[in-house]
């Protein structure tokens, strides 16, 4: 049977393990020799026992666990040519010329980037006598196909990334108990939420939870927000509301590009409207925990989707990434979907929010 390998890259989402498991499972059903790669890019490199065979066992009760049970880190070797030819020695070795990716768009990149180099890599193998001509030859093509994890929603090309659901879900919750603390001491609080450059989890949770107002980076607030926020809240407990919501993303930027933080806005409301406001940031909280149903489900989707587009690629095929698009599993090109997201980021930097937005799409 065909090698083929399944890795987690970067940061940890939920459902990456529902991922990891439909992967091993499905090879396994179409005959393929299944292998875990441990620690991301850093086991590849390193080889030994991160590079180690699946079976159908070894992927069971795993499916209602947070993180990535088969580890994610991020890796510095793999970035230099040095790592990756170790990399490559290691695949080799072991049969594997399939690979499924799960991670962000970072790992997306170095996956492409190391498909790319393949051809040259197998031949300063073989120059170097650490692979035959007969392991070249066999070994000739890599497969590459790309999923998504991540709780940030911030990749072109698929309408939800694995992990962002559950995410949403813990927000919620947080915002819940929160809200019944405050609604007793009328309070104001202030809830800073991940997202990195992506207001999605922000902007969600938000509407999911009656805040008053919200920063996200791709639309920031009009220069003066300190007013309009100061209103804002006023207005609400004028009407006899006896708690403010406000939800920052980690984000959150102003007009000029520069961050809006949650510790800023509190010194807002407390110098103007002197509301008894607290901060909470959520941090890894929002990373952690059982995976949603739906986030279960679009692991398996995505996870099955994988294998099969690994087990019909040609030499012709693009490397490709497996996405939602409404409710269905589509392959994409990866590096399409990669530049999209460079250039979502790009026009952020340039004060091009619109265009970000537009560029951004759906998610
Ligand atoms: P994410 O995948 O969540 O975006 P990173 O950007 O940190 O996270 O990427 C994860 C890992 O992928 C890096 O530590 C590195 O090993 C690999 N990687 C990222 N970008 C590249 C690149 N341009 N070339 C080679 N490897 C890369």
């Known amino acids: 049977g065909k090698g083929l390998a399944v890795f987690t890259s970067g940061g940890d989402s939920q459902g990456m393990n529902a991922a990891v498991r439909a992967v091993v499972r499905m090879a396994i059903y179409l005959g393929c020799k299944v292998f875990f790669i441990k620690e991301g890019y850093q086991g590849m490199v390193d080889g030994g026992d991160n590079i180690e065979e699946a079976n159908w066992s070894s992927v069971s009760s795993i499916i209602h666990k947070g993180g990535t049970v088969i580890g994610s880190a991020r890796c510095m070797d793999f970035k230099e040519r040095v790592g990756r030819l170790k990399a490559a020695c290691n695949l080799v070795k072991r049969g594997i010329t399939n690979l499924v990716v799960i991670g962000g768009d970072g790992s997306l990149t170095g996956a492409n980037l190391f498909r790319q180099e393949w051809s040259s890599l197998l031949d300063e193998l073989l120059q170097t006598s650490q692979i035959n001509k007969a392991e070249r030859e066999k070994y000739k093509q890599l497969n590459i196909v790309g999923m998504v994890g991540s709780i ?33 001491h009328q309070r104001t609080f202030i809830m800073e939420v991940m997202g990195r450059h992506c207001g999605y989890l922000a902007l969600v949770t938000a509407l999911t939870s009656e805040a008053d107002y919200v920063f996200i980076p791709e639309m920031p607030p009009p220069r003066d927000w300190p007013t ?58 929002q990373r952690g925990g059982a995976p949603s149903a739906f986030d279960r489900v679009l692991g398996c989707r995505m996870g099955a989707e994988a294998v099969m587009a690994l087990m019909e690629a040609t030499p012709e095929t693009e490397a490709c990434v497996v996405s939602l698009d409404g409710n269905q599993a589509v392959r994409l090109p990866l590096m399409e979907c990669v530049e999209k997201t460079k250039a979502v980021a790009k026009a952020m930097a340039d004060k091009e929010w619109e265009l970000a937005v537009q560029l951004r799409g759906r998610s």
């Open 228 to 285: 309009k926020l100061c209103t804002k809240l006023e207005q609400e407990r004028t009407a006899g509301q006896r708690l403010n919501i406000i939800i920052v993303s980690e984000g959150a930027i102003d007009r000029d590009g520069q961050p809006i933080t949650a510790e800023m806005v509190k010194q807002v409301v407390v110098d103007n409207l002197k509301q008894d406001t607290r901060i909470t940031v959520l941090g890894h909280v």
């Open 152 to 184: 940030d929603n911030d990749f072109c090309g698929t309408d939800m990334t694995i992990g962002t659901d559950s995410a949403l879900h813990r927000i919620m919750d947080a915002i819940d108990a929160i809200v019944s603390t405050a609604y007793s």
